[in-house]
């Protein structure tokens, strides 16, 4: 659909009503029919409709109901509150936002008079703050955080982003010019997502299992799935073979693969890739000429002595590939996940890497729709990337919270690791990173009988299951995809240590009594 100019400044909710609206043409309803309601199920965009969101989907609409009915007592059950490990959320299960990137957040918000300049500050501030709250403020124009921004976010920033990957990866160099700020990672994959989706004949690699965000702009952009399958026997790692028998098999079907998303540390799988495994995707990417989609929000987060965050970008230099300009990267991280947790503030950024000139224009064009990303997003992945230095006065303050952070999550990864291992029927791998484990469970053949006459997943049942007489709430995994015949679901580990024990302990209680029912 092509939009005038004057459509182009408004946000991309308008763009999405216009398309369910031109559904009425697409349904032969005349302009003149009075009666009834104009927007229907019937009207509106259809892969709108056919969208599905497991994160958000049935299991949290009944664990919100039952919360609501907890907190007005209209309703008893055996526990008092839900635990939400559906979605990863850090602060929203207790996780203490970082201080210092709070204080200079603040700082940056107030008027001069109130905050940096005002002549009680410095007892109030610590001195790192108020003058990174002052270069902040000069980043922004002397606007504020109340002014729109440039459409890929204030140039200092980026040039901080862009530092900050030059130094992850070893000295390989980052352009801040191909660098867009988003209203974190998930509004930078739907823009390119956008833009690979040419047509309903373009398909996108993903994995299985996958975070949902892409299986649901695929389907809204009526584009195609070709999942690729994680080989959960050998810690959900990366299997060539199968990669290309997945792009063999879309393409015979008249499939046009032009991207493949790669999700590292995984979601929901927990796995950390290998340097061997990460070149030998670029690799695959550069042999059959596809995008690579790195999803890489997940990078601070590997617990596995063992195991080391390797970037895509690294691995195409190493390779040779990124040198030959032989691959075409975008990469995305967020302030959502790793240790900073800021889940609310939606702040993200991409880096494009090997894209033609005037696709990145078309980009652009496209962020530039929607004016800008939050500023106060933006600012909080400005903190992330560039924090207190050592020799600073909040420098030791603000690691040793983050270690804290960390060292939390790596325990809480281990006790529902272990936790569920040790439950008859469950097999949990390893959760080497991210901030999931996905276990595969066993459920007897009745339970599967009566999930089928009642027409659900028998994943769906057990968490539904689960939710009503524990109050945890869990994805099953059929929202994420899985190999036939298997069944489980995904849980956050972000719940407090304590909190984490008892839904180890309330899982396995859980699943004895729902064995015994369906036995």
């Known amino acids: 659909m092509m939009l ?50 497991a994160v958000r989907g049935k299991v949290v609409i009944a664990a919100d109901r039952i919360s609501n009915e907890i907190k007005e007592k209209v309703k008893e059950y055996p526990f008092d509150h839900i635990v939400y490990t559906n979605i990863g959320n850090p602060q929203s299960v207790g996780q203490r936002p970082l201080t210092w990137p709070r204080q200079v957040l603040a700082l940056s918000d107030l008027p001069e008079e109130c905050g940096v300049d005002h002549p009680d500050c410095e007892k109030m501030f610590p001195k790192d703050a108020i003058e990174r709250a002052r270069l902040i403020k000069k980043a922004l124009g002397g606007s504020g955080t109340g002014a ?24 390989v160099e980052s352009n801040p010019d191909r660098i867009f700020m988003t209203n974190g ?25 996958q975070y949902p965000i892409y299986s649901a702009s695929i389907d809204l952009l009526a584009g195609k799935k070709v999942g690729y399958y994680l080989d959960e026997s050998n810690g959900w790692d ?12 879309a393409q015979e079907k008249g499939i046009v693969v032009n991207s493949f998303v790669l999700i590292n540390p995984g979601n929901p799988t927990g796995q950390v890739l290998s340097k061997e495994a990460v070149q030998e995707i670029v690799k695959f990417c550069a042999k059959h000429n596809l995008v690579l989609l790195a999803d890489e929000v997940y990078q601070q987060n590997v617990y596995d002595d063992d195991s080391e965050f390797y970037s895509c970008k690294k691995a195409a230099y190493d390779t040779g590939l990124l040198e030959e300009d032989k691959i075409e990267l ?46 106060p ?11 207190p230095k050592p020799g600073d006065v909040s420098y030791e303050s603000h690691e040793a919270e983050k270690k804290a952070i960390f060292d939390s999550l790596k325990r809480k990864a281990k006790i529902a690791e272990d936790g569920f291992n040790a439950i008859d029927g469950f097999s949990c791998q390893k959760a080497q990173g991210a ?60 719940p407090s240590e304590d909190e984490m024990i008892k839904v180890v302990e309330a899982v396995r209680k859980h699943h004895e009594n729902f064995v015994s029912k369906y036995s």
């Open 4 to 53: 005038g100019p004057k459509l182009c400044k408004y946000s991309s909710a308008l763009v999405l009503l216009g398309a369910g609206l031109c559904g009425l043409v697409n349904a032969g309803v005349p302009s003149g029919v009075t009666g009834g309601k104009r927007l229907t199920l019937d009207t509106i965009n259809q892969q709108l409709r056919g969208m599905e969101y």
């Open 148 to 171: 729109y921004t440039h459409s890929q976010g204030p140039i200092a920033f980026r040039k901080d982003i862009a530092q900050f990957i030059k130094e992850r990866d070893g000295g």
């Open 185 to 209: 990672a998930s509004n930078a994959i739907g823009m390119l997502l956008t833009a690979l989706i040419k047509d309903s004949t373009c398909g996108i690699m993903i994995p299985i299992p």
């Open 238 to 249: 990366m299997n060539l073979a199968e990669l290309e028998r997945s792009l063999a098999e």
């Open 330 to 375: 975008v990469s995305f991280h967020s302030v959502s996940k790793g240790i900073t947790g800021e889940c609310g503030r939606r702040g993200g950024y991409m880096e494009l890497v090997g894209i033609d000139d005037d696709v990145y224009a078309e980009l652009y064009k496209l962020a530039s729709s929607s004016l800008c990303s939050g500023v």
């Open 377 to 387: 997003g933006q600012i909080m992945a400005d903190l992330m990337v560039n924090g």
């Open 435 to 494: 901030m999931y484990c996905f276990p595969k469970v066993t459920l007897p053949e009745k339970a599967l009988e009566a999930a089928a006459a009642s027409g659900v997943s028998p994943d769906a049942m057990y968490a539904i299951s689960l939710l009503e007489e524990t109050g945890i709430c869990v994805i099953p995994a059929s929202g994420f995809g899985q190999e036939e015949g298997r069944f489980g679901f995904r849980t956050t580990f972000l």
